[in-house]
């Protein structure tokens, strides 16, 4: 790829994580339903947070995750949301500087608070999210960085984002810039509940040929082409995108480009949480994309960063962990 500033600019929700550990009961009586997110109001999310028990608190959301992973294996990262000018927004902010994470955003001076994310995370590892959007809903197409997606290899957009109809049009026209400096984008499909939400316009996007790259999972990809079986639904993503990198929890993950393919298989490891095993897997996949790894290493280094969150508490490995890591890409 040419040189650029960025390696990767990520797009998505600016959410503080609060999370706990808890039981399925504690879930059946909030009916939620596990390994799902859901989004509520700031009522529900206040109830809920009384009820947990003390948690982790860390800046969060899909794609900033990200693209904290990616810069802690040593690329250059930025990443665009909003928060507000509120105690949980500084920290947010704070927190991806601290890493090494470009954050160029001003805080909203007013209106709804910084978004936040309840996630319970019960003994088999699954965890389960509650996520009040906030200021992430005032995201639109002026919030862009036009010269930062212009002078980024890859722009990464999150799925949950696609939930404010003002971000939608951010969205394409991110895509539109990125495409027009002879950039990648990649898409996040984010959770199949997402994709039953907006399955119509993230097919238009990628239709419109402004997906490069495709980052799903295996029940978010049965779910956007409404196909039973993950081989008839990773079929139809080598029609219609250019790469598409889906992961299968402990089947590994599946690279499909056209007629070529590549299974990566998933590393052993103790599930504690896997809460940022997505993000982390896409994080380690694009890092080696932006060195012009072959498909097969970018996979199998996603699979890495992937097993070192798995095994703790968090959605991001820690940095000795991802330094530890990060010459497997130099």
């Known amino acids: 790829m040419n040189s650029t500033r960025y390696d990767i600019i990520g797009i998505g929700n600016a959410i503080v994580d609060v999370i706990a550990r808890t039981d399925d ?49 040593g690329a250059r990262t930025a990443f665009l949301g909003k928060v507000a000018r509120d105690e949980l927004g500084v920290a947010f902010a704070a927190d991806l500087r601290a890493i090494g994470v470009d954050f160029p955003h001003a805080p909203l001076p007013e209106g709804a608070p910084t978004a936040r994310c309840l996630i319970l995370v019960t003994p088999d590892g699954q965890r389960t999210m509650n996520t009040y959007l906030g200021a992430c ?36 026209e991110a ?61 139809e993503a080598a029609h219609v995108v250019p790469l598409a990198v889906l992961t299968r929890s402990e089947a590994g993950s599946v690279i499909v480009s056209g007629a070529e393919r590549h299974v990566a298989a998933a590393l052993p490891v103790d599930v504690v949480d896997t809460t940022g095993a997505g993000d982390a897997y896409a994080a380690g996949f694009m890092v080696g994309f932006s060195r012009n790894a072959p498909l097969a290493e970018c996979a199998a280094l ?29």
């Open 302 to 330: 996603g699979s890495r960063v992937a097993a070192a969150v798995i095994g703790r508490i968090g959605a991001r490995p820690d940095l000795a962990t991802l330094a530890a890591l990060a010459p497997a890409v130099a």
């Open 25 to 73: 009961m504690f879930l059946d009586r909030h009916d939620m339903r596990k390994g799902a997110m859901r989004l509520i109001d700031a009522e529900a999310a206040e109830r809920i947070l009384t009820a947990m028990p003390p948690g982790q608190i860390a800046s969060g959301g899909s794609v900033a995750n990200s693209c904290a992973v990616a810069a802690g294996l």
């Open 175 to 235: 895509a539109r810039i990125a495409r027009a400096a002879g950039r990648r984008v990649a898409l996040s499909l984010s959770d199949a509940f997402c994709v039953d939400r907006h399955r119509s316009g993230f097919l238009d996007l990628i239709a419109s040929g402004n997906v490069d790259i495709l980052f799903a999972n295996e029940a978010e990809i049965c779910s956007l082409f409404e196909q039973n079986t993950f081989e008839s639904a990773a079929t």
């Open 137 to 172: 809903i005032d995201f639109d197409h002026t919030d862009l960085d036009a010269e930062a997606i212009r002078d980024s290899s890859i722009l990464y957009l999150e799925g949950y984002l696609f939930d404010p109809p003002r971000a939608q049009h951010a969205f394409r």
